[in-house]
């Protein structure tokens, strides 16, 4: 992964805007994701959505990426390819987006639940998500990159979750993909120091099993080796005054379910 490029406050407020649009994209399709639809159509209206916004698609094209989303249903854990195949009652869907608006890409992730989804699997949902913000909370001045993994990594295994290690957060910019390179496992006081400026993806992928992956030969779909259930959760965060800000959100997704949730107010922007 190439270097750490630090970001001023007109840049991150770029970086938010394009977030923001990923994280309406996401609420929009909360609102359409239900049994008997396919991940094809909801590639469709998010593309269609995001230009409505002014905004090009983050993935499509990129690294010869087909299509607008990423869609990995149950054991799949990222970069599905969007196709034809009816979702399921019971089925769990992560979505994974991009946007590119005004130079400057935004990057985030959700897994949805189809129906009427088992316990076990809303608690993997569940925990997923919280350890999202557990790694938040360590993206801070006077902390380093592995403290990040660490807390992510400490409560997933507590819960006999395996965490994908192939696969990591990065830095984002002008570029989807930048230093520092961000892993959901990790020691304590180990990795780069976080800086003023640092804007990353935190994305946890949390297997219900094992932690080990394969990839089907489509060339791109990761799935589970054991094929049980994955999540995968994402936020794109800047370090302002020294402390992690959301420059992503997830309250259009809420908006869309009726969820309440005070999650992410301790990391909301109040001034940039
Ligand atoms: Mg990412
Ligand atoms: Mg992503």
Same mark, same amino acid.
């Given at each position: 992964?190439?270097?750490?490029?630090?970001?001023? $406050?007109?840049?991150?407020?770029?970086?938010?805007?394009?977030?923001?649009?990923? @994280? /309406?994209?996401?609420?929009?399709?909360?609102?359409?994701?239900?049994?008997?639809?396919? =991940?094809?159509?909801?590639?469709?209206?998010? &593309? $269609?959505?995001?230009?409505?916004?002014?905004?090009?698609?983050?993935?499509?094209?990129?690294?010869?990426?087909?299509?607008?989303?990423?869609? @990995?249903?149950?054991? !799949?854990?990222?970069?599905?390819?969007?196709?034809?195949?009816?979702?399921?009652?019971?089925?769990?869907? $992560?979505?994974?987006?991009?946007?590119?608006?005004?130079?400057?890409? %935004?990057?985030?992730?959700?897994?949805? &639940?189809?129906?009427?989804?088992?316990?076990?699997?809303?608690?993997?949902?569940?925990?997923?998500?919280? @350890?999202?913000? /557990?790694?938040?909370?360590?993206?801070?001045?006077?902390?380093?990159?592995?403290?990040?993994?660490?807390?992510?990594? /400490? +409560?997933?295994?507590?819960?006999?979750?395996?965490?994908?290690?192939?696969?990591?957060?990065?830095?984002?910019?002008?570029?989807?993909?930048?230093?520092?390179?961000?892993?959901? +496992?990790?020691?304590?006081?180990? %990795? /780069?120091?976080? !800086?003023?400026?640092?804007?990353?993806?935190?994305?946890?992928?949390?297997?219900?099993? =094992?932690?080990?992956?394969?990839?089907?030969?489509?060339?791109?779909?990761?799935?589970?080796?054991?094929?049980?259930?994955?999540?995968?959760?994402?936020?794109?965060?800047?370090?302002?005054?020294?402390?992690?800000?959301?420059? =992503?959100?997830?309250?259009?997704? +809420?908006?869309?379910? %009726?969820?309440?949730?005070?999650?992410?107010?301790?990391?909301?922007?109040?001034?940039?």
């Amino acid at each position: 992964m190439s270097k750490i490029i630090l970001k001023n $406050s007109d840049e991150i407020e770029l970086i938010r805007k394009s977030a923001q649009i990923v @994280s /309406k994209t996401l609420g929009m399709l909360a609102s359409e994701i239900k049994p008997g639809i396919n =991940s094809l159509i909801l590639d469709e209206l998010a &593309e $269609s959505f995001i230009r409505d916004h002014g905004a090009k698609p983050g993935f499509l094209g990129l690294y010869d990426f087909p299509n607008t989303l990423c869609v @990995s249903p149950n054991s !799949q854990v990222v970069h599905g390819i969007p196709n034809k195949e009816p979702l399921r009652n019971g089925d769990i869907l $992560s979505i994974d987006c991009g946007v590119l608006y005004n130079g400057f890409y %935004g990057d985030h992730a959700y897994t949805f &639940e189809v129906g009427e989804v088992k316990p076990e699997i809303k608690k993997l949902l569940k925990i997923s998500k919280e @350890s999202l913000y /557990k790694g938040i909370s360590e993206f801070k001045i006077g902390n380093r990159i592995g403290d990040i993994g660490f807390a992510i990594q /400490k +409560y997933n295994e507590k819960e006999g979750y395996g965490i994908v290690r192939e696969l990591v957060g990065h830095g984002l910019g002008k570029t989807m993909h930048e230093g520092p390179e961000v892993p959901n +496992y990790g020691k304590k006081g180990k %990795g /780069k120091k976080i !800086q003023e400026g640092m804007v990353i993806a935190i994305e946890p992928m949390i297997n219900m099993g =094992s932690h080990k992956i394969k990839q089907l030969n489509d060339g791109w779909t990761i799935l589970t080796s054991d094929g049980m259930p994955s999540a995968h959760f994402e936020h794109n965060i800047a370090i302002i005054d020294g402390m992690p800000k959301l420059l =992503s959100t997830f309250k259009y997704i +809420y908006d869309e379910l %009726g969820i309440s949730s005070d999650e992410e107010e301790k990391f909301e922007i109040t001034s940039l």
